[in-house]
């Protein structure tokens, strides 16, 4: 069926008068308006980029990795790119040789795909990816836009602040000193571990010999 053109105004409808019809009276009320705003109310609005918006602590800007010593926190357990919606994260580790299991190779966050949800920072077992007070980018390519370590590393005294708040405002809500950073933790290694010795001391042969057996 064709579409048609049907009339539903209803008869008890009151008719606007001329100067309603008219709409200058209002346009000159809204003027009224916005000039009353304009001279008798405080400016909320500010001349960027001269004047910068300094957010509070608790404000989710771009996510950041946070680096110590010279050295990213990050054990590349790889559970922020699980958790990550948009799959902005993206990481390659290596192993480190040393009391420290493991540091990302490389590690890379799409900014074009992030949504600043800060679900990353909230299941990171080393408080080591963090959200910041960092909100404008700009970005001339869509390469440019892919952040690697160069770019996320910031060195742990320059984000006290929402380490600080972190320690504050998410340790009530889990209930006790949950995410108070722990530097032990960042030190784990199966080198180390009681597995590591018993695999060395014969362990490893045993495995080797089951797996064997049981093939054959
Ligand atoms: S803030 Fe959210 S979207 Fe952005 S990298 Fe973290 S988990 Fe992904
Ligand atoms: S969750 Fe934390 S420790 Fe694990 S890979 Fe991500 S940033 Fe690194």
Redesign the pocket.
């Known amino acids: 069926m064709p579409g048609r053109i049907e009339n539903t105004s209803t008869s008890n409808e009151r008719k606007l008068n001329f100067w309603e019809r008219l709409y200058l009276p209002e346009v000159f009320k809204g003027l009224g308006y916005s000039f009353r705003k304009m001279t008798r109310e405080p400016m909320y609005t500010m001349e960027y980029p001269e004047e910068q918006w300094y957010p509070p602590d608790g404000y989710r800007g771009r996510p950041v ?1 946070v680096e110590e010593e010279g050295r ?10 699980k958790a990550c919606p948009p799959m902005a ?1 993206s ?1 390659q580790s290596r192993d480190m040789g040393g009391h420290k299991e493991r540091e ?1 190779a490389w ?1 890379e966050i799409n900014m074009l795909r992030c949504i600043y949800c800060g679900f ?1 920072e909230e ?4 408080e ?2 963090i959200m910041s007070k960092e909100y404008d980018m700009t970005f001339q390519s869509r390469d440019e836009a892919v952040f690697g370590l160069e770019r996320l590393l910031i060195p742990a005294e320059r984000l006290v602040d929402r380490l600080e708040w972190l320690a504050r405002e998410k340790n009530p809500q889990f209930g006790e000193q949950t995410w108070a950073y722990d530097p032990d933790n960042n030190t784990h290694s199966l080198r180390e571990s009681s597995l590591s010795g018993w695999l060395e001391a014969g362990g490893r042969q045993a495995i080797e010999d089951e797996v064997a057996a049981a093939g054959a």
Not at 72 to 81: D, E, F, G, M, Q
């Open positions: 990795l990213p926190r990050c054990v590349s357990c790889n559970l922020c790119a994260i990481m990302p590690f990353c299941v990171c077992p080393e080591a990816i």
